[in-house]
C-alpha cells in the first residue's frame, strides 16, 4: 500500500484565512474544497497544531464512529471545559464517560422520556399564544425561550407555579434568569475568542464575567439539591435532576453534588440553543417548500378531526418525523462532531495515522447525490419510506459519543411543529429561504427565520395565504385573541 496516496488532500491557504473562511462561511468552504479535493481533505485552524481532516464517505465514517477507543480533540474541551466543568458527559473520556452515559441514559428513552411530551405540547401552546397576528417577528428566538422552558422544567424540575414555599419560588426564579445569562454569554463566538485569550495570558482573566456567572448559578443548584435530599418525595418526581440524584454509580455511590452541577449544565447547554435551532430551520424550510407544507397541515388536520382513528394518527405521526428528520438532513445544526484517532483509521481509501484528528463534515454527508437525489430539494417523503441510515444521516454524531438527548430533541421538534402547524396558519416574511450563520458550535439562520402569523387556523376554506383574518378554531380563536 502507498500510504502517500491515501493521505487526505491538504487546503493550500494560510491558517489564518481558513479559520476566518470557516468562521465566516463554513458551508461554502467545506463545498468547495470537497468539489477540489473529493471525500477527504484537511484544514488547519489558528490556535491548533495538528490539522482537522473532514470525512464525508459513509464507510470512512462507520470505521471512525465504531471504534469506541476514539477520544475527542483538543477543541471541545478547551471551548466547553469552563463553562461545562471537567466531568461534563461532554467532556468525559474512555471507561468514566461511558461508565456516566450508563447513568444518564434512561431518562433519554423509551416511556421515561414519552412521558415529557404532554409538557412539551403545553409549553409550546404557551408559547405560540403570545406569537402577534399578522406582524411579521423571528422565530428562532421564541424557539429558544420555548427549549429553554423544555429543559428547566423537565431537567431541572424548576416550575415556579407548582410550589408553595416562597423561598423555593424564588430560588427557582433567580436560576432561570442566571441561567438565561449564562446562555447569552456562552452562545456569542466571543466566549471562543476569550477562552483563546485566557490560555494566551493567563494573568488576565477574560472569562472572569462567565466564571463569575457560573459561581451564582453554583451556589443555587447546590441548595436546591440540598433541599430535594431532605424531602421525601425524590422518588416521585419525574425531573431529570430527581432521577439522577437517585441514580447509582458501579460502586454504589450517588453522583457529588458537583457532578450533578456538570451534568445540568451540559444537559442545559447541549439540548438547548441545538433544538431551537433545529427548529427554527425545519420552519423555515416547511414554508418555503409549499408541497410538504400542504401534505404536512393535511396530516395533522385529518388526525385532529378523527382522533379514533389509529391509521390516521400513525400516517400524521410517520410524516412530522419525515419532516424532522429531513430538517436535520439539509439543515445540520452541528457542523462537526469530530475524534481524535486512537488507532489508525483504514477506511474508505482512506488511511489516517493515530493522533490524527477527524471529523466527519456532517452537512457534507447528507449532501452527497448518491444517498439523496437532489440533495437539495426538501423533500419529507425520501424517508418515508426507509428511515435515515446510520453513518448517512448524522446530525446526533455516532458511536459511544452519540448525542444522549437525540431521541428527546426529535421527539420534541415533533410536538412543537404539531402544535404550531395545528393551530396557526405561518406564512414566510421573506420569499427567500433563511442563509446560514454561525453561532458558537451551530450554525443558525442568519435572520432569526422571520414569519408571520395569518389569524385564520387552517382548513378554513379559501386559499393559502388568503386574505380572511378571523380566527375560527376556537382554541386557536382563544389563545390568538390572548395575544392581542
Ligand atoms: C436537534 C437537537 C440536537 C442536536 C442537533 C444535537 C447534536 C449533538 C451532537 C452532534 C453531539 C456530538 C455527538 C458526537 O460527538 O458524536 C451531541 C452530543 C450530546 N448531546 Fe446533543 N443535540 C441535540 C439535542 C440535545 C438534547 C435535547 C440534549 C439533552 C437534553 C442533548 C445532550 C447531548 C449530550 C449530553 C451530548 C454528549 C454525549 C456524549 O459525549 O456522550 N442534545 N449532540
Not at 106 to 123: D, S
Not at 229 to 245: E, F, G, N, Y
Not at 429 to 437: D, G, L, V
Amino acid at each position: 500500500m502507498v500510504e502517500q496516496a491515501l493521505t487526505p488532500p491538504a487546503l493550500r491557504l494560510p491558517p489564518a484565512i481558513q479559520t476566518a473562511w470557516w468562521l465566516t462561511r463554513p458551508l461554502s468552504l467545506m463545498a468547495r474544497c470537497r468539489a477540489r479535493y473529493g471525500d477527504a481533505f484537511s484544514l488547519r485552524f489558528i490556535g491548533f497544531t495538528r490539522p482537522m481532516t473532514l470525512i464525508s464517505d459513509p464507510e470512512a465514517i462507520r470505521a471512525l464512529y465504531t471504534e469506541p477507543a476514539h477520544g475527542l480533540p483538543p477543541g471541545r474541551t478547551i471551548s466547553l471545559q469552563p463553562v461545562l466543568g471537567e466531568r461534563s458527559l461532554l467532556l468525559l473520556e474512555g471507561e468514566e464517560h461511558i461508565a456516566r452515559r450508563r447513568i444518564m441514559l434512561p431518562p433519554f428513552h423509551g416511556e421515561r422520556m414519552r412521558a415529557y411530551e404532554p409538557l412539551m405540547r403545553e409549553i409550546a401552546s404557551a408559547e405560540i399564544a403570545r406569537w402577534p397576528i399578522g406582524r411579521a417577528f423571528a422565530v428562532h428566538p421564541r424557539m429558544q425561550a420555548l427549549t429553554l422552558e423544555v429543559i428547566l422544567r423537565a431537567v431541572f424540575g424548576l416550575d415556579e407555579k407548582q410550589t408553595d414555599d416562597r423561598r423555593e419560588a424564588q430560588r427557582a426564579a433567580n436560576l432561570r434568569e442566571l441561567l438565561r445569562a449564562l446562555l447569552a454569554v456562552s452562545a456569542s463566538v466571543r466566549l471562543q475568542l476569550r477562552v483563546l485569550l485566557a490560555r494566551r495570558s493567563p494573568r488576565r482573566d477574560p472569562l472572569a464575567p462567565v466564571l463569575a456567572i457560573r459561581r451564582q448559578i453554583d451556589q443555587l443548584i447546590f441548595a436546591e439539591i440540598a433541599d430535594r435530599r431532605k424531602r421525601s418525595d425524590l422518588d416521585q418526581r419525574a425531573d431529570i435532576l430527581s432521577l439522577l440524584m437517585l441514580a447509582r454509580d458501579e460502586q454504589g455511590e450517588p453522583l457529588p453534588d458537583s457532578e450533578l452541577r456538570d451534568q445540568l449544565l451540559t444537559l442545559l447547554l447541549a439540548g438547548h440553543e441545538t433544538t431551537a435551532t433545529a427548529l427554527a430551520w425545519t420552519i423555515d424550510l416547511l414554508l418555503h417548500s409549499p408541497p410538504a407544507l400542504t401534505r404536512l397541515r393535511g396530516e395533522l388536520r385529518n388526525a385532529a378531526e378523527r382522533p379514533g382513528d389509529e391509521q390516521a394518527q400513525s400516517s400524521a405521526e410517520r410524516y412530522l418525523r419525515a419532516v424532522v428528520s429531513e430538517g436535520l438532513r439539509l439543515r445540520p445544526v452541528v457542523p462537526l462532531a469530530g475524534r481524535r484517532l486512537a488507532a489508525d483509521l483504514d477506511a474508505g481509501g482512506l488511511h489516517l495515522p493515530a493522533g490524527s484528528d477527524v471529523s466527519p463534515a456532517i452537512w457534507l454527508v447528507h449532501m452527497r447525490e448518491d444517498l439523496y437525489p437532489e440533495a437539495t430539494a426538501f423533500r419529507p417523503e425520501r424517508f418515508l419510506a426507509s428511515a435515515p441510515s446510520t453513518y448517512g444521516w448524522i446530525p446526533f454524531g455516532g458511536g459511544v459519543r452519540r448525542c444522549l438527548g437525540a431521541s428527546f430533541a426529535e421527539m420534541e421538534m415533533r410536538a412543537v411543529l404539531a402544535t404550531i402547524f395545528a393551530a396557526l396558519e405561518l406564512a414566510p416574511a421573506s420569499a427567500k429561504p433563511e442563509s446560514p450563520q454561525r453561532r458558537n458550535v451551530t450554525l443558525a439562520p442568519r435572520n432569526g427565520t422571520r414569519v408571520i402569523v395569518r389569524s385564520r387556523p387552517i382548513g378554513a376554506g379559501d386559499s393559502e395565504h388568503g386574505a380572511d383574518r378571523r380566527p375560527c378554531g376556537d382554541s386557536a380563536r382563544r389563545s390568538l385573541e390572548g395575544a392581542r
